[in-house]
């Protein structure tokens, strides 16, 4: 049977899980609280997003060219995720910590809710930058 490993698939996972537990003990050490949420949400610092798509992207160029066609896919891609994650992402977190106030005023709204809306989804551009360059580093060592 043929081995299947694939560094352009498992080098990004791997990346994207050591960020998410990088997160989980951050978040342990500062609040001395576990948040198993944390391990599989989006926010916070790095973005693991930009990690991964970064990651893949100088994998791709440090294999096939930086002038390739391939390469050129992987960086609109990344640029399409980060964009993504530090703007709309980030206005609709914006967005749901302001439902949420309204909603938990009594004297603002009658409306009744079954759970909060998730305000940690997008990433500030520091947390982009930062994703984006532990990616990068990655992708160019491995």
Known sequence: MEEVFNKFLYVPIIVWACIQ???????????????????MGAGGMPS?????VTCLASMIGREYGFGSGIFAMACVFAVIVMYDAAGVRR???KQATLLNKIIASPNLSSVEFQEKLVEVLGHTPLQ?????????VVGLLV
């Open 48 to 52: 693991s997003h930009s990690a991964v």
């Open 21 to 39: 537990v990088f997160k989980v003990l951050t978040e342990l050490i500062m609040t001395k609280k576990f948040n198993f949420k944390r391990l």
């Open 91 to 93: 206005a609709a977190g």
């Open 128 to 136: 982009v930058f930062v994703g984006a360059v532990v990616g990068i």
